[in-house]
């Protein structure tokens, strides 16, 4: 027994197992909820290779998607991928007590808002990971660098509860950013998520280098920051012009490397396509901001998605 706080993942794949991971050797107790990787996890636990050590670990539960709990946990921290046909409020449910608080360690803007509304009486958390990982094999995950969270409570401020779970994450090993505005830290992941996840695909997978080097794609890049910029800006969340700068010549100087949706694409799994881009695009048409390179962006990759069959 522990007198530290339970936690169930749900979505355990490479950001889910990873963070789950450091919150065990934080002493929680840990459990996971799995859909694909079930068996595997159930027979052999999970794999993590890592610059920090070996992270493998047992959860203390293996669930099924399906499955009923035997209590709700403290912290439901949920990492699926954000897509269009995952009703996420809907996932968590028979897993939800009263007093759960729910904690969102995924990418996308606007990702919060159909969780705070399906579950207002909780408290929710919303977290960015600045991370490179990902599965290899049911139940196996490298993580091959970085993995500081930025966290905050939703919409705003930062509760006690989000606190402890920091602290916890810290005790367990990463850096932990605690920000009074979650919302305004996601424009800010996403002027760079925003114009590199998507291009990437375009770009049959392409890493950071070839997308810097190739003749015209910094000028994409820069464009493309400067729609998203408009577009949070008009949302309330003015960026200081430097970030364009900062966000380019911190890649360059990054090795090449492929972010989680291209590696969704090379690996033929969905991307998040709509959560990282297409929630930009809408905002910008409801404030009636142009955003022609996004907006090309958007529908090449819808034309892809038709031809591949994909949604
Ligand atoms: N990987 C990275 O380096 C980074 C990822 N992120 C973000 O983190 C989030 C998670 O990404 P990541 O961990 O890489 O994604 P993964 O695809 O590795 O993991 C997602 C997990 O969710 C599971 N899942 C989906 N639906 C269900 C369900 N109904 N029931 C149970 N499990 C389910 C998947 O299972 P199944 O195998 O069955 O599909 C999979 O194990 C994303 O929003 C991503 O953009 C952010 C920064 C970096
Ligand atoms: C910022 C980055 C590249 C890694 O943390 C990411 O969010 C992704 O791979 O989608």
Redesign the pocket.
């Known amino acids: 027994m522990t007198d530290k706080p339970s936690i169930l993942i749900?979505?355990?794949?490479?950001?889910?197992s990873f963070y789950g991971a450091i919150l065990k050797r934080a002493g929680c107790s840990v459990s996971t909820?799995?859909?694909?990787?079930y068996e595997a996890v159930k027979e052999n636990g999970i794999r993590i290779s890592s610059p920090l050590g070996d992270l493998s670990y047992r959860p203390d539960q293996v669930y099924r998607?399906g499955d009923s709990p035997q209590s709700p946990p403290d912290y439901l921290i949920l990492?699926?991928?954000?897509l269009p046909g995952?009703d996420r409020a809907q996932?968590v449910r028979p897993w939800m007590g009263p007093n759960t608080r729910l904690v969102l360690?995924?990418?996308?803007l606007d990702i919060e808002r159909e969780l705070a509304e399906a579950y207002p009486d909780n408290p929710l958390i919303s977290c960015l990971?600045?991370?490179?990982?990902?599965?290899t094999e049911p139940g196996v995950v490298e993580h091959k660098a970085y993995g500081k969270l930025v966290m905050g409570s939703y919409p705003e401020g930062i509760s006690e509860d989000c606190r402890t779970l920091s602290d916890l994450f810290i005790e367990g090993g990463i850096k932990v950013d605690l920000t009074e505005a979650v919302v305004g830290e996601r424009w800010r992941k996403c002027l760079w998520n925003t114009p590199f996840n998507p291009l990437s695909v375009i770009a049959n997978g392409a890493d950071t280098r070839t997308i810097l080097d190739t003749e015209g794609g910094e000028a994409l890049i820069r464009a493309m920051i400067r729609e998203v910029m408009a577009v949070a800006e008009a949302e309330g969340y003015p960026m200081e012009e430097s970030l364009i700068e900062q966000n380019i010549e911190g890649t360059r100087k990054m090795p090449p490397y492929k972010?989680?949706?291209a590696?969704?694409y090379l690996n033929d799994?969905p991307i998040?396509r709509d959560?990282?881009l297409g929630n930009v695009v809408a905002l910008a048409e409801r404030h009636g901001i142009a955003v022609p390179h996004l907006n090309t962006v958007l529908v090449t990759l819808k034309m892809r998605a038709s031809l591949e069959g994909r949604a």
């Open positions: 749900v979505g355990a794949g490479a950001i889910g909820v799995l859909r694909s990787e998607d990492c699926v991928k954000v995952t996932l360690i995924e990418n996308g990971a600045f991370i490179a990982a990902s599965r972010n989680s949706m590696l969704d799994r998040e959560a990282v």
